[in-house]
């Protein structure tokens, strides 16, 4: 699923194709990942998306001062943005996806100018709403600390990191804490730290402590520069693959040598509930 360097990749590109254009029409296919769908359609009508953020892997659309559009691609969501014959797609990879409205379209945002926002979701995981703005902010106040914002320091990381009992790739993963890490920056971080993802974090010494934090800065800033990681299941809203996978040292190198030459090989097994990968010749 996008993480918080690829859903900021396709926020920046869709700011340059869609903002300042009347909604014409929304045409909901499936309304399983529509909140209240009458609400939803009759307060887009005729409005403008007048700006974008990101709250962790959320996008948020702007339409006016107390109304927000809150689009969370999930696990396999995707974006599909469409003028002429010419098209920009961010997230899950389709087959065909250029071919929409297709079976896995959700969601249809036509544009003033004849262009159109297609939402999609493979496994009808993604949810799509409209919000006031003191919904929005009780939202947005779930969520935690923004790791690529000057706001994340390392007084407030170690702040978060008290009294914890549960593991470090639990940690990372729980978007109260920081927002945007999922399963392939978790073991990347933890990999920097020459920590084991299973570690308990109460376990953690200061320098430990002091190297995540280093590392959440520094991987996820490169990883938003070079536009993502790219698997099988994650596009820019470009069509393009992200850059960072071939930056990546330990997520997807299963069985492979250690590329810290510490003689040890890439193990893969479950923490979290998820599919982790770690080194435990040089991961303590």
């Given at each position: 699923?996008?993480?918080?360097?690829?859903?900021?990749?396709?926020?920046?590109?869709?700011?340059k194709n869609v903002l300042g254009?009347?909604?014409?029409?929304?045409?909901?296919?499936?309304?399983?990942?529509?909140?209240?769908?009458?609400?939803?359609?009759?307060?887009?009508?005729?409005?403008?998306?007048k700006s974008i953020e990101r709250?962790?892997?959320?996008?948020?659309?702007?339409?006016?001062?107390?109304?927000?559009?809150?689009?969370?691609?999930?696990?396999?969501?995707?974006l599909v943005y469409k003028k002429?014959?010419?098209?920009?797609?961010?997230?899950?990879?389709?087959?065909?996806?250029?071919?929409?409205?297709?079976?896995?379209?959700?969601?249809?945002?036509?544009?003033?100018?004849?262009?159109?926002?297609?939402?999609?979701?493979?496994?009808?995981?993604?949810?799509?709403?409209?919000?006031?703005?003191?919904?929005?902010?009780?939202?947005?106040?779930?969520?935690?600390?923004?790791?690529?914002?000057?706001?994340?320091?390392?007084?407030?990381?170690?702040?978060?990191?008290?009294?914890?009992?549960?593991?470090?790739?639990?940690?990372?993963?729980?978007?109260?804490?920081?927002?945007?890490?999922?399963?392939?920056?978790?073991?990347?971080?933890?990999?920097?730290?020459?920590?084991?993802?299973?570690?308990?974090?109460?376990?953690?010494?200061?320098?430990?402590?002091?190297?995540?934090?280093?590392?959440?800065?520094?991987?996820?800033?490169?990883?938003?520069?070079?536009?993502?990681?790219?698997?099988?299941?994650?596009?820019?809203?470009?069509?393009?693959?992200?850059?960072?996978?071939?930056?990546?040292?330990?997520?997807?190198?299963?069985?492979?040598?250690?590329?810290?030459?510490?003689?040890?090989?890439?193990?893969?097994?479950?923490?979290?509930?998820?599919?982790?990968?770690?080194?435990?010749?040089?991961?303590?």
């Amino acid at each position: 699923m996008p993480e918080l360097p690829e859903v900021e990749t396709i926020k920046r590109q869709l700011e340059k194709n869609v903002l300042g254009k009347d909604i014409l029409s929304v045409d909901i296919f499936d309304k399983r990942v529509v909140v209240n769908e009458k609400e939803f359609v009759k307060g887009l009508l005729n409005k403008k998306l007048k700006s974008i953020e990101r709250v962790g892997k959320v996008l948020i659309f702007q339409i006016n001062k107390n109304s927000f559009l809150l689009i969370h691609l999930r696990m396999t969501g995707q974006l599909v943005y469409k003028k002429d014959n010419n098209f920009i797609a961010g997230g899950h990879p389709i087959d065909n996806a250029f071919n929409v409205p297709n079976k896995f379209t959700c969601v249809v945002f036509k544009f003033s100018d004849g262009s159109c926002l297609f939402f999609n979701s493979t496994r009808k995981f993604s949810r799509t709403s409209l919000v006031s703005k003191i919904e929005k902010e009780k939202y947005v106040d779930k969520f935690g600390i923004d790791p690529t914002k000057k706001e994340f320091t390392y007084k407030k990381f170690k702040k978060e990191l008290e009294n914890k009992k549960v593991s470090l790739k639990s940690f990372l993963l729980n978007q109260k804490y920081i927002s945007g890490i999922g399963n392939i920056y978790a073991d990347e971080v933890c990999f920097f730290a020459f920590v084991l993802p299973d570690r308990k974090v109460y376990s953690l010494t200061e320098k430990e402590k002091e190297l995540l934090f280093v590392g959440t800065k520094i991987i996820l800033k490169k990883a938003v520069e070079k536009g993502g990681t790219t698997f099988r299941d994650y596009l820019t809203a470009e069509g393009k693959k992200g850059g960072y996978v071939k930056y990546l040292r330990v997520y997807g190198w299963a069985e492979k040598e250690c590329l810290n030459m510490c003689g040890g090989i890439i193990l893969k097994k479950v923490v979290a509930g998820r599919g982790t990968h770690f080194c435990k010749n040089c991961q303590k």
